[in-house]
């Protein structure tokens, strides 16, 4: 079984910031912003092209999502997607996901944070405590 799929089975544990019955989405482990999340398919895939049309819909509509909390919630300005579908990509984990990676400051200059375990381990409410939680510790 591949390290997502533990965590969808709660066999590992991870910052769990949201789902649906289809997609899982919750904290990037070495983020490279606060609040940096993987969106992914509960079912395992490798790459986001081997899902059906329907299931990249929903994926890419759960992202959307998370965008938009981004925005109008915590008035993160920008935010970066990236997907590296395949090793000959760049892909680590093989199972589909997609990065949301919110901006706040100028990407140049940005230093990566490393979220300690305490903070991977916490019970997060939702996106809402998440954001906020991290967004403290960077300001
Ligand atoms: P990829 O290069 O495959 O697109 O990115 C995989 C991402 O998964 C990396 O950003 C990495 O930090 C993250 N990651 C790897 N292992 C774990 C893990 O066990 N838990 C969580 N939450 N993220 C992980
Ligand atoms: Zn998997």
């Not at 199972?95 to 200059?109: D, E, F, L, M």
């Amino acid at each position: 079984m591949c390290i997502f799929c533990k965590i969808i089975d709660r066999k590992l544990e991870a910052a769990w910031v949201y789902e649906t019955t289809s997609i899982a989405v919750f904290a990037d482990a070495c983020p490279s912003a606060p609040g940096h999340v993987l969106v992914i398919p509960k079912r395992h895939v490798e790459k986001v092209t081997d899902l059906t049309e329907l299931e990249a819909q929903e994926l890419y509509r759960v992202v959307f999502l998370v965008q938009k909390a981004m925005v109008d919630v915590w008035q993160i300005p920008g935010q970066n997607l990236q997907i590296n579908s395949g090793a000959i990509a760049g892909q680590e984990v093989m199972h589909a996901h997609i990065h949301v990676i919110p901006r706040k400051k100028a990407r140049s200059g940005e230093a990566p944070i490393f979220v300690p375990l305490e903070t991977r381990v916490l019970a997060v409410k939702g996106l809402k405590d998440y954001f906020d939680h991290l967004l403290e510790k960077s300001n």
